[in-house]
């Protein structure tokens, strides 16, 4: 679910500097005193955060804490450097007692953004261990929170009203996947289903991908993400029929296939020069749905 941001008000912190807008604040390093109804909050400066210790109350994995949070399917939503990720506070659907995505993987230095729907009633977000509290609970629509992970870990958080009723997430702080091709690299960041690799065809005249292979929240990966191909190979693409989805270069590349959805639909392509190829399927680029294609 796609929704517009808002501008943000700096204020002074150490550290990192604190942001603010209306009914909300961000931190980095920091927590910060309980806000009022409306959701103004003032940035408190302590101590830099570090990643969650497990109390011995809560169990040590991490898929086991997460095993009863509404909304989670067991897959989290990887996002790339430079992005600037939005968790919704009170999803529409499990009686609004849900964040969406309730599981996110970021980089280290990426701001997290928490932003009320008013669904569900009282809400907050607060870290199990304290790195993070946005304050008093609120159901005010537009309530915004922000926080900077600097460091790696896996950063469990509540809302404290309906801990009990599954209202659960995680924050995963990781280094993006790394396979040395520093452009197949950044392009897949955001792909949930590369993990590094550059799958080797490069013994054969035609090799396929899969569109629509489940990832990123559902049929929305390409299988394999990353090729490694030889000059003259054809790449097909074959449509699973969860779709609609394209195979469109990014820039000016030679990859434009028509947008469709039925299983069996192909896309065919010859490379005939040496290079590195990124594309997308359009409609779900920002998903993470993302592909590479090396020629050598």
Same mark, same amino acid.
Request: charged fraction near 25%; proline fraction near 8%; charge should be negative.
């Given at each position: 679910?796609?929704?517009?941001?808002?501008? /943000?008000?700096? #204020?002074?912190?150490?550290?990192?500097?604190?942001?603010?807008?209306?009914?909300?604040?961000?931190?980095?390093?920091?927590?910060s005193e309980p806000a009022a109804e409306t959701g103004t909050e003032t940035a408190t400066p302590t101590e830099t955060a570090t990643p969650t210790e497990t109390p011995e109350?809560?169990?040590?994995?991490?898929?086991?804490?997460?095993? &009863?949070?509404?909304?989670?399917?067991?897959?989290?939503?990887?996002?790339?450097?430079?992005?600037?990720?939005?968790?919704?506070?009170?999803?529409?659907?499990?009686? *609004? #007692?849900?964040?969406?995505?309730?599981?996110?993987?970021?980089?280290?230095?990426?701001?997290?953004?928490?932003?009320?729907?008013?669904?569900?009633?009282?809400?907050?977000?607060?870290?199990?261990?304290?790195?993070?509290?946005?304050?008093?609970?609120?159901?005010?629509?537009?309530?915004?929170?922000?926080?900077?992970?600097?460091?790696?870990?896996?950063? /469990?958080?509540?809302?404290?009203?309906?801990?009990?009723?599954?209202?659960?997430?995680?924050?995963?702080?990781?280094?993006?996947?790394?396979?040395?091709?520093?452009?197949?690299?950044?392009?897949?960041?955001?792909?949930?289903?590369? &993990?590094?690799?550059?799958?080797?065809?490069?013994?054969?005249?035609?090799?396929?991908?899969?569109?629509?292979?489940?990832?990123?929240?559902?049929?929305?990966?390409?299988?394999?993400?990353?090729?490694?191909?030889?000059?003259?190979?054809?790449?097909?693409? &074959?449509?699973?029929?969860?779709?609609?989805?394209?195979?469109?270069?990014?820039?000016?590349?030679?990859? &434009?296939?028509?947008?469709?959805?039925?299983?069996?639909?192909?896309?065919?392509?010859?490379?005939?020069?040496? *290079?590195?190829?990124?594309?997308?399927?359009?409609?779900?680029?920002? #998903?993470?749905?993302?592909?590479?294609?090396?020629?050598?």
């Amino acid at each position: 679910m796609q929704r517009p941001s808002t501008r /943000r008000q700096f #204020l002074a912190g150490t550290g990192l500097t604190a942001l603010a807008v209306t009914a909300g604040c961000v931190s980095s390093g920091s927590s910060s005193e309980p806000a009022a109804e409306t959701g103004t909050e003032t940035a408190t400066p302590t101590e830099t955060a570090t990643p969650t210790e497990t109390p011995e109350s809560t169990p040590k994995s991490l898929d086991d804490w997460l095993d &009863d949070a509404n909304g989670y399917d067991g897959e989290p939503r990887r996002f790339g450097p430079q992005s600037r990720p939005t968790v919704w506070v009170g999803q529409e659907t499990d009686s *609004g #007692l849900a964040f969406d995505p309730p599981v996110i993987e970021v980089p280290p230095m990426t701001l997290v953004r928490w932003d009320w729907t008013g669904h569900g009633g009282q809400q907050n977000v607060v870290a199990l261990d304290g790195p993070f509290d946005s304050g008093r609970t609120n159901a005010q629509p537009g309530t915004k929170y922000h926080y900077i992970f600097e460091e790696t870990g896996e950063y /469990r958080y509540v809302s404290e009203p309906h801990r009990d009723d599954g209202m659960k997430g995680a924050i995963i702080v990781k280094e993006p996947p790394s396979s040395g091709n520093t452009k197949v690299d950044e392009w897949l960041a955001a792909a949930s289903n590369f &993990d590094g690799t550059i799958v080797d065809r490069t013994d054969t005249d035609t090799t396929t991908v899969t569109v629509g292979a489940e990832g990123n929240g559902g049929p929305f990966a390409f299988d394999p993400p990353a090729l490694k191909v030889s000059t003259k190979t054809t790449v097909r693409w &074959d449509w699973t029929g969860d779709g609609p989805h394209n195979v469109v270069s990014k820039d000016d590349g030679p990859l &434009d296939s028509e947008l469709v959805a039925e299983e069996g639909s192909t896309y065919e392509h010859t490379f005939e020069e040496t *290079g590195t190829y990124l594309y997308s399927c359009k409609p779900h680029e920002a #998903l993470g749905m993302r592909g590479a294609i090396v020629v050598e």
